[in-house]
């Protein structure tokens, strides 16, 4: 099992407020990530860190902002939220596992922040 | 056009049955493959890796065509347990870390 936690896990908040989505994980991994996913479409990569004061801005376009000032922690903080950002929000972090002939990244994925803006 | 496609499915199979289904990428720079498995609600888990020669994990077994640009999944001997919504998942050698995910196969198992 992944050692990778989100909360809360469900969050119902009004327009405006700010808020701090948690992402911690205790296998020491590197690379992590935050991905958007609405219901049966594909998952939107939104930001990602390759170590510790390392982020990046993902493929698809987000108000939100990232830090990464320890290993184990990423929160995802929304400034001001707005019914646009109702959507689950899943973090991620990455290991390289492989052999002699090929080496893959492998994802372990936190449950989730399902996040509804009223 | 999507960078990762697959047919949503629902792909309906009797217990026991078999069934494979398709996900075509369109960049041919893409260089690791993966098939993950989400089930409702739930976060996406990997199920496998899929490498140039095919490979097989039990009852599961993946193929690479690159010079069609497809990856494929087959499932034999269905279980109820296997009713989930495969994803694949493509990594691109000019982007080491941004791993590009179709929309998923949702594959129902039925008694």
């Known amino acids: 099992e992944a050692d990778i936690y989100q909360t809360p896990r469900y969050l119902v908040i009004g327009t405006g407020k700010k808020i701090t989505l948690e992402c911690s994980q205790t296998m020491g991994h590197d690379k992590m990530y935050w991905y958007q996913q609405d219901p049966g479409m594909e998952l939107h990569l939104i930001h990602y860190?390759?170590?510790?004061?390392?982020?990046e801005k993902g493929d698809l376009s987000s108000e939100s902002t990232v830090s990464r000032i320890r290993t184990e922690h990423f929160p995802l903080t929304l400034e001001s939220a707005r019914p646009s950002h109702t959507s689950q929000y899943l973090c991620?972090?990455?290991?390289?596992?492989?052999?002699?002939?090929?080496?893959?990244?492998?994802?372990?994925f936190g449950s989730g922040t399902q996040l509804s803006v009223l | 056009r999507k960078e990762v496609e697959q047919d949503p499915g629902p792909f309906n199979v009797p217990e026991g049955a078999t069934v494979a289904f398709n996900c075509t990428y369109s960049n041919s720079a893409s260089q690791s493959f993966f098939w993950y498995r989400q089930d409702c609600r739930k976060e996406p888990k990997l199920l496998m890796s899929v490498y140039s020669s095919g490979n097989e994990d039990g009852r599961f077994t993946a193929q690479l065509n690159r010079a069609s640009q497809y990856i494929s999944l087959l499932i034999r001997d269905s279980k109820l347990s296997d009713s989930a919504t495969y994803l694949c998942v493509v990594n691109r050698a000019d982007s080491w870390g941004k791993l590009q995910f179709g929309a998923g196969t949702q594959v129902v198992v039925t008694p």
């Open positions: 860190s390759y170590g510790v004061n390392s982020t």
């Open positions: 991620a972090s990455s290991e390289l596992v492989g052999g002699a002939f090929a080496t893959n990244e492998k994802l372990f």
